[in-house]
């Protein structure tokens, strides 16, 4: 049985967590890669807009992103992205 100030612990860490993200101004860019470059890809969103997004060592990427793929990326203010996954 798990303890209540374990399950309280981890609740606080992911409110926090969550409010970190808030106050970063991260968000979610959604569409399909047009182009990629060693540290940027470049987005088509659904919306029609052209963005780049840069990624580094930090960036957690799932997968093999290449281009035609449709992706969800995190990103922050400075559009450094802190993860890439492919869209479902």
């Known amino acids: 049985m798990v303890s209540v100030p374990k399950v309280v612990g981890v609740m606080l860490y992911g409110c926090v967590l969550g409010v970190g993200l ?3 101004g991260s968000h979610t860019i959604k569409g399909e890669v047009v182009r990629v470059e060693p540290n940027s890809y470049f987005v088509q969103q659904y919306d029609g807009d052209q963005v780049s997004v840069h990624a580094d060592d930090t960036t957690q990427v799932t997968g093999n992103i290449h281009t035609g793929d449709h ?18």
């Open 22 to 24: 808030y106050l970063n």
């Open 71 to 88: 992706i969800e990326a995190k990103v922050n203010a400075q559009s450094h992205a802190l993860s890439i996954r492919q869209a479902q």
